[in-house]
Each structure stands twice: as C-alpha cells, then as structure tokens.
C-alpha cells in the first residue's frame, strides 16, 4: 500500500491542473551536433536521485513523469550472494539504505579495485534477507525527509517491468570483484538479456564490453565505456584512463560509445574556472563513437562561469557551435529535459515568450561586484529591463549606488585605513558598520575598493573570486548617464532606505535623488522608465507628484494583506514589491501553501514584483530541484507575477525566451510545482517542523509620519576634503557635482551595450 500511495502522489507531482502535461515535444527546428543527428538523450541516474533515494522506486517514477518521452533509466548493478542483479548506487549497501541498521554485525572487509573498504556488501546477503532493507538518501547535503518512507531495493527486472522506461541503462561497475567471489556479471547480463531490454551496457572494464560482444546484438544494446579519472587504471589494460582516451579508435574495437566524466570535456583549473574545450567529443565521433557525458548534479558547485545556473551549464555541452554530447547523466533529469527541449538554440534576440519585466537591484551582483559599472554593463548585456541603483549618500552629500549603507558589506573598508571607524550603529540594526556618511565620495572611490556580496559564503558557495573586487563605483549622476545611453534598457529603479536617519544627520536623500534626476533630464522624458522603490512610505510621499513609478517594497514576509491596507498602499505607491516566501511561504525549505497575496494586489491595479532570485541552489526551495529556472518558471507561470528582482538577469532573460512556452501543450518539465506536493512523500515523523505563522500586512504596518526635516549640521573636520551639504529650499540637501574620475570607464560601458 506505501507503494500505491506514493505513485498517485508522484502522478500528481508537484503539476498544476491548468497545465496539460505533454512528455514528447521536440525541438525539430535545429539540427543537433551529435553524432547522429538528433538531440541528446536524458539518462537519469537512479531515477531523479537529486531529490528521492538513488534507484529506489518512487525515484525511477518521478523521473518518468517529468522527463523526456525518451529518457533512460540508469542502474548500477550489483549482485547478491545467491545472484540477483539489483540496482542499487554502491557497491556498499550501508551507503544508501539501512541495512546496517537492520544487520548491525554483518559489517566486512573486502578489498575493491586494490583498497581495502569496509561495510555492508551485496555479495553477504541474499536477495530474500534485503525484503525489509529500505532505500535513503546517499548524499547527505540533500534531503532526508523521504527516508522513512519505506522503499525497497529493486531488482532489474523491477525497474525494467514495473517502470516500463523508454530506455534502460545497465552500468557494471565492478565485474572484476564480483569475480573474485565467484558471482558472473557476464551471466547475469546474458541471461536478463533473454526477458529485458537493455538499451545500454557500460562498464570500466575493457574485457567485461569484450566478453559479452558476441552475445548481444549491437542494434539493440550499446557497448559503452565508461571512462573513470584520468590517473586511475583499468584493470585489463593496466593503462590509465588518462592514456585511453587518446587511442579512441581501440575503443571502438569494443564500443559503440564512451561515458566520461564531464571535466574530460570542459576541464577546469585549480580555482574552478573552465578551461578550453578538449578535442574528446569531436575525436570520438570522427571514430564513430557516442559521448556520454556524465556527473551533472544541480546541487555540487561547478564551474564558477556557469554562475550557479544549471542549464547554462548543460548548454556549454549540448549547443556550443561546436559539438553536442549525444547524452548526458543526470540526477536532475527534469533540468537536463528542460536543457534540451527548452533551451538548447536559442538566440539572444529571440522574442521573449512571456511577460515579464527583469529587475536587477545591483547589476549582475552574482557575477561583479554590485552596482559598479562591470555589474551594470553586464546586466545590460544579460537582458535587464530595469537596471537599479540603491541610493547611498556620502558625508560630503554625493548620492551614489551601493547596496548597504554600512561599507563593510560591499566594499574592503573592513580591511582598509578606516577600519577603526567600524562603530555598532543601534538605530539602523548594524552591529559593527562603517557608514557611507562616515566617508567622503573621494575617499570612497580613492581609498576603497568594491567587494563582491557573497550571500551564501556560510555554505562555501562564493561567487566569481577573480572578480571579487573588480569595477568601480559609480555615483547616481553616473548610473544615470549610463542607463539613459544604454538602449537596451528601459528604465531605471532607485531605491531609497534609513531617509530619517539621514536625515538627522544633515543629509537629505530624497531631495538629492530628485535633484540628480532633474540634472540628467530623466523628469522630463518618457522614453526611460523611473521606478523609486521604497520600504518607508513617507520616502514615496515625497515623489507623489512626480510622474514617476512609486515602488512599495513589503520586505518582510507575509501571509495576507488587509483590503484597508490596499487601498491606503494605493494613495502612495503603483507597484509592490514582495518577497519569495509571502508568494510560496515554506518550512525549511518545502513549499506548503500559495498565498492570494499576487492576485489580491494586481486585483487592486498593483502590478507585483517578486524579490529576491538568485542562481544558487541554497537559496531556492526543494520544490524547484535545485534548478533557478524552475523556480521562475513557479513564479511566472504558477503565480503570474509582474516582474522579478534578481542578481542574475541573464538567467532570467534566457528563461523569458524558452520555447516551451509557446507549446500548445506545456511540457511537464516546464509546469510550475504544486506547493505542499512534496509534503506527501514524507511520514508524518519526517514533516518539516511547522514555522510560525507570518504575519498579516495591516494599514498600520504601511502608514508612517512625515519624513523630519534635514538637520543643520556643523561641518565636520576632515582635513579639508569634506563640506557640509547645503540646504535646499526644501529642505533637502542639495546635490554636490559628482567627481568625473569614472568617466572613462562610464563611456566604455555606454559603449559595450549599446
């Protein structure tokens, strides 16, 4: 019965009943550089092993369900003692069951491949002692919510019959142990070939692809070799990987194909940064041999060019130009379909195939440091509509983009000539800050260098190292000469925060934003949009007789939102912005619920935009797969979203573009995950614990005084280099003229994207 119970669930799996599923949907329009011509197939290693237990049976099944019609199920083989072929990850047992909880003292010692390991090994048990041996999750970074939900270990014959997969992969891993205990894969693999169909065949082991040449038929089973690091040796050869891979027309003596580690076809150095392309691919199908490749796992860090994207990732070796992998194995097989069907050719200037307006608060901030001009220059590259400029002031009265108003966050202050400035600043939450109204703007760009914010450096996830302190800073006068030439992009969004606390100490920020604005002619023109965006309702007060787009930002996380506070939210503002979680909240990281908080708002002529998206798998829900594509695609397609705010434009540009949208019939790859679904999969005892309930947004949470006026203060000494702002008839600071120190860099950037 648990079995029934979680194929219904998996059949409904996480997919909108608006949406009709459709598993087959080509993409004929391009021709494919693999060696045959038609795209890549999706193997799925052990089902969909990023999320469920490897080879367990509810794995296998959601990979049926969210992949391409022609996918193909992968199964290490491993043998029992009395025979039976199971799938199953490792040759160890204890790796990815509870066997050694079950057969506490059945542990032992054997040696693999020439090192001695010890646990739980197949070869000690027979098949009938593995009845009450559930599968778990074997990467311990990964969820571990659906262990106790029993699954048991599945012979081939299981998956081949029970599953019923388009394809099916036979991976022996280890022919030359099993040998050892007098356990025959050979026979084994003859004698299933006799009642299942196996697609593939893949080994490490030259003489094992030798011996059973003669008794497959190669139109109907692929030979493939499996190529293992490149230092290690293949026992029946005793060269190394390394030195087989360059005699390519040996392998073909035996082969039909090659399985190779992705790094033997785009190696990185030491730092994790790609190198050029090796030549394994177009070498191996001039020997009329299929490439394989394999090791694409959503939730490992790769190649810090890929910028945390998956798909970007999968793109880099299916439709590069030059070559396509004929295949590529997968533990997110919903990620490598979407590669493929979604994708895979399209071009920059497609047209977009949803509406959807992209924000980035600080320019492409997961690649450069944000807000200098490499950020905004890229994420005019990448695709941005909105290019945004949080407002910081100097001591001196210069507004310029930064975002945090404490310098330790985005700049090297902790580690400069100032570091002795870092005080505890109560009224703004900083516990130890260096303010940007500490420093004057020449002693910022002069003595400070911008740093790369790593959101999520406490998992070691970092962001583009060599890069880390690379652009410059720019001041609002700046950013606004390089968006006003920048004709990719259609408007600006300027966010303002603390404007009370600036403004008791002599700085009036909002009198500085609309004064640079006037400057750089962006009050008197349509062809640039201006968005201001604020958390403070009284910073948006003061713009209400601009024409402007006034951006509220809720930036904490709610359930509902009062119809009182709707109509006081529109008396300020014509747009909202909301967090990821007030849409989809979550409990440690599981989706439970949707929110009408979206409909609620655009009911009331508040278009939404959603905050904050970013690349990196840490920061996205289990739901979603690891995958920052299908997490927009939630966003957008499940929740109808105006817009997005994120830190890696050229992510969500791709996705606006993606051809599955324009299907009649949306692929199930591309359908957006329905929340609590997952919930289902788990026993009551693995629940997430219950969060506490978030708050409901009321009209006091949004209505607040009148900013005060601008304090007068006395100039501060500061060797001579700082002067105190002056006051505007309004009584707010005036604009002091930006240096021209970033000139050059300015015109480079207007240069490289227009």
Not at 140 to 163: C, E, G, H, K, W
Not at 260 to 284: C, E, F, G, M, N
Not at 578 to 594: A, E, H, M, R, W
């Amino acid at each position: 019965m648990w079995k029934m119970r979680c194929v219904l669930c998996l059949l409904l799996f996480c997919w909108s009943a608006a949406f009709v599923s459709a598993q087959r949907s080509g993409n004929v329009t391009s021709k494919w550089l693999t060696l045959s011509g038609d795209a890549p197939k999706v193997i799925a290693r052990g089902g969909f092993s990023g999320l469920l237990p490897d080879s367990s049976y509810n794995a296998y099944a959601l990979a049926q369900t969210i992949s391409l019609a022609d996918w193909v199920a992968w199964c290490d083989v491993q043998l029992t003692k009395d025979g039976v072929g199971i799938c199953f990850p490792d040759i160890k047992l204890d790796n990815a069951s509870d066997i050694d909880v079950l057969f506490k003292n059945r542990h032992s010692n054997y040696s693999v491949n020439g090192v001695t390991q010890t646990g739980w090994f197949s070869i000690d048990f027979n098949f009938k002692d593995l009845a009450l041996v559930s599968l778990k999750q074997g990467v311990y970074s990964r969820a571990p919510n659906f262990d106790a939900t029993p699954q048991q270990i599945l012979t081939v014959q299981d998956v081949a019959t029970q599953l019923k997969p388009p394809g099916l992969w036979l991976n022996i891993q280890h022919d030359s142990f099993y040998s050892q205990h007098n356990l025959s894969m050979r026979s084994f693999v003859i004698s299933l070939s006799r009642s299942v169909i196996a697609n593939y065949i893949s080994s490490p082991e030259v003489n094992f692809l030798r011996n059973i040449a003669s008794r497959l038929n190669p139109r109907v089973t692929k030979r493939v070799f499996r190529f293992l690091g490149e230092g290690d040796i293949e026992p029946s050869t005793n060269q190394t990987y390394g030195s087989l891979v360059k005699n390519l027309t040996f392998i073909k003596t035996f082969a039909s194909g090659i399985l190779v580690p992705k790094r033997y076809i785009w190696p990185t150095d030491s730092s994790l940064y790609l190198q050029p392309h090796t030549s394994v691919v177009l070498d191996a199908h001039k020997e009329g041999l299929e490439v394989y490749a394999a090791d694409f796992l959503n939730d490992v860090p790769f190649a810090y060019n890929y910028s945390y994207d998956p798909v970007a990732e999968h793109l880099s070796y299916i439709d590069n130009g030059e070559f396509s992998v004929d295949g590529v194995l997968s533990d997110f097989p919903m990620t490598s379909s979407a590669s493929i069907d979604c994708f895979a050719h399209l071009g920059k200037n497609d047209k977009p195939q949803a509406k959807l307006q992209i924000i980035s608060p600080e320019g492409a901030s997961g690649d450069y440091p944000g807000c200098t001009n490499l950020a905004y220059t890229k994420a005019a590259s990448d695709g941005a509509d909105v290019l945004g400029c949080p407002v910081q002031m100097t001591k001196d009265g210069i507004p310029f983009c930064l975002g945090s108003i404490n310098l330790i966050d985005r700049t090297d202050a902790a580690q400069s000539e100032f570091s002795n400035m870092a005080i505890p600043v109560p009224e703004l939450q900083i516990k130890s800050g260096i303010l940007t109204t500490n420093l004057t703007w020449t002693d910022i760009i002069q003595k400070l260098k911008p740093a790369i914010y790593n959101r999520w450096s406490d998992y070691r996830l970092f962001r583009n190292p060599k890069a880390r302190s690379d652009g410059t800073f720019m001041s609002l006068a700046d950013f606004l000469t390089f968006a006003k030439n920048a004709t990719s992009v259609s408007g600006v969004m300027l966010s303002i925060e603390n404007a009370a606390y600036l403004a008791k100490q002599g700085l009036g920020v909002t009198g500085a934003v609309m004064d640079t604005l006037s400057k750089a002619g962006f009050n008197n023109q349509t062809v640039k949009k201006v968005m201001i965006q604020s958390s403070e309702s009284s910073v948006l007060e003061e713009f209400k007789k601009s024409n402007y787009e006034l951006v509220y930002m809720v930036d904490n996380d709610i359930r509902d939102i009062e119809n009182s506070t709707l109509l006081e939210m529109k008396t300020f503002a014509k747009s909202v912005v909301i967090t990821k979680d007030s849409v989809f909240p979550s409990d440690s990281s599981f989706l439970i619920n949707q929110t009408n908080i979206v409909p609620k708002l655009q009911s009331a002529n508040l278009p939404v935009y959603v905050l904050l998206f970013n690349n990196e798998f840490i920061s996205q829900a289990w739901d979603f797969f690891s995958d920052s594509s299908a997490e927009l695609n939630n966003f957008v397609l499940g929740a109808g979203v105006d817009g997005v705010i994120t830190e890696y434009p050229g992510t969500a540009a791709r996705y606006r573009r993606n051809r599955c949208l324009q299907y009649k019939e949306l692929p199930l790859y591309m359908s957006p995950a329905k929340p609590g679904n997952l919930l289902e999969l788990m026993t009551p005892q693995s629940l997430p614990p219950a969060e506490a309930p978030r708050p409901v947004l009321t009209e006091n949470d949004v209505t607040e005084p009148p900013l005060p006026p601008v304090a007068k203060v006395n100039p501060a000494s500061d060797n001579g280099t700082a002067k105190a702002p002056a006051s505007a008839p309004n009584g707010q600071s005036s604009v002091v003229a930006s240096i021209l120190m970033s000139s050059v860099a300015i015109l480079l950037a207007i240069i490289l994207v227009s």
